[in-house]
């Protein structure tokens, strides 16, 4: 048999693992590019990104008809090769070799194998990560090409796809998941991308929706309110020894609030001398339980214009303490102060008896400032940062913690293996937050409603 009739068969399996090669690359451009990504590069060329995303339109499609034109190159491969190899076995035969056609047939295989493995899938799939937009739009015409002329193949291997998904009961995953978008927040603080105050608004708004009231509440000891009882000038004294802007008016007891006072709303009376009754300035209370998500008690209490929101226990009867929409703010971006507010930066409370603290106060010192008295002996004169090394036994990192009587304790910052910031949070129980019998979030019956503005 002449050689030369192994050129043609030698030139089809060249192309067939061209073929792989393309559709490969297509196949890891495609599942790594994102619409995000591809809406960047509008300004540039409109007309290519337009066609790139009208494959991520349609991924399920688009990845089907890609892996059925692969399959379809690498069986053409491993065909052409079966018969590049039983064509070379004739040779040798003719020409008196002894070789077994089964190891001609073995080492065809291995060869194409190798071959199909780095050309058609290690290289152009490496290639296609290392430069994905540019891919993109360069592969988005043949790519929708191709579609049109597999779509019935297509069609039919979506359908049975997702015939299969169902009977097996699988579930529609999310493109990216809340711990994955974490981590690439966390990876763009690495690469530069974002600085650490973006990086940390970021994550809050990410944990922003589990947040509940008992996280953020002003516990009822640090609440200020005003009696029903109070003449008009203690009520004005009470409002200048205070920067609040709003006060819940009680008679007697924070249970027992009657309404919620502007004290914008009192001042202009009270200058103007138009003031009567303080009940006829109250905003009808808003109440909510510890359990409420903060993500929707913001959009609930956004709705009625309602500021301020007393917290109810479990049973419904004693009010533990306060939320407001400055403290769900505080949440996203950080503790907010004003010109009025004296910042300790060694102690900071926040809600929900949550403090901040520095490495450098005394433990003493912390437990004086967060009114707690320890069961047991404590090193009082030690620098928390040292007894937090102690308690942890070891270099502390950040996101380390331990638990210690009613007290836990998380690093918040270090700095040359010493803890900087820590967020100590005290047990309470006063927070019960156990589900409510009704499993309602707001308890607003008689007191619903009521203007914030």
């Not at 494959?55 to 008809?65: A, G, P, Y």
């Not at 000038?233 to 007891?253: A, D, H, N, W």
């Not at 214009?305 to 996203?332: N, Y």
């Not at 320890?374 to 942890?392: C, G």
Request: aromatic share 8%; hydrophobic share 40%; with cysteine.
């Amino acid at each position: 048999m002449d050689p030369s009739s192994l050129v043609p068969l030698l030139f089809v399996y060249i192309l067939l693992v061209i073929g792989s090669a393309f559709f490969s690359m297509s196949e890891m451009t495609f599942s790594s590019i994102t619409k995000i990504k591809l809406r960047a590069l509008e300004d540039e060329n409109p007309k290519k990104v337009k066609g790139a995303m009208a494959v991520l339109e349609n991924f399920d499609l688009s990845l089907t008809t890609l892996l059925i034109g692969n399959n379809i190159m690498n069986v053409g491969c491993a065909t052409v090769a079966t018969i590049i190899s039983a064509r070379v076995f004739r040779m040798m035969h003719d020409s008196g070799a002894t070789v077994a056609q089964s190891t001609v047939t073995v080492i065809g295989t291995i060869l194409t194998t190798v071959i199909i493995f780095i050309f058609g899938e290690i290289f152009p799939k490496t290639y296609a990560k290392d430069n994905t937009e540019k891919l993109a739009l360069s592969l988005a015409g043949a790519v929708r090409t191709i579609i049109v002329i597999l779509y019935p193949l297509g069609i039919l291997f979506v359908g049975i796809s997702k015939l299969l998904d169902k009977l097996l009961g699988g579930e529609q995953e999310p493109s990216v998941t809340e711990e994955e978008l974490s981590a690439i927040i966390e990876n763009s603080e690495e690469t530069g991308v974002l600085d650490e105050d973006e990086v940390d608004l970021l994550q809050s708004a990410l944990e922003f929706p589990d947040t509940t009231v008992a996280d953020v509440l002003t516990l009822r000891d640090d609440v200020v309110w005003i009696d029903a009882s109070l003449t008009k000038e203690q009520v004005f004294e009470k409002i200048r020894g205070t920067s609040y802007s709003r006060l819940p008016v009680c008679r007697g007891s924070l249970d027992r609030c009657v309404g919620i006072l502007r004290t914008n709303d009192f001042l202009k009376a009270y200058i103007s001398g138009t003031y009567t009754k303080l009940i006829r300035l109250l905003r009808k209370p808003f109440y909510t339980t510890l359990t409420a998500s903060i993500n929707d008690l913001k959009d609930e209490m956004s709705g009625k214009r309602q500021h301020i929101a007393l917290v109810r226990d479990k049973s419904g009867d004693k009010v533990i303490g306060v939320v407001t929409m400055e403290d769900f703010l505080e949440e996203l971006v950080g503790e907010i102060f004003d010109e009025s507010d004296v910042v300790d930066d060694d102690f900071q409370r926040l809600g929900g008896d949550y403090f901040d603290v520095s490495g450098k106060l005394p433990l003493g010192e912390m437990f004086r400032r967060m009114k707690y008295k320890p069961k047991s002996a404590a090193p009082t004169h030690k620098l928390v940062s040292t007894w937090i090394m102690e308690q942890l036994g070891g270099l502390p990192e950040e996101g380390d913690s331990f638990e210690w009587e009613e007290l836990t304790v998380e690093v918040g910052e270090t700095e040359q293996n010493r803890v900087t910031r820590a967020t100590v949070k005290l047990a309470n129980p006063a927070i019960d937050i156990d589900e409510p019998e009704d499993g309602s979030a707001t308890d607003n019956k008689d007191n619903a409603g009521g203007e914030a503005k």
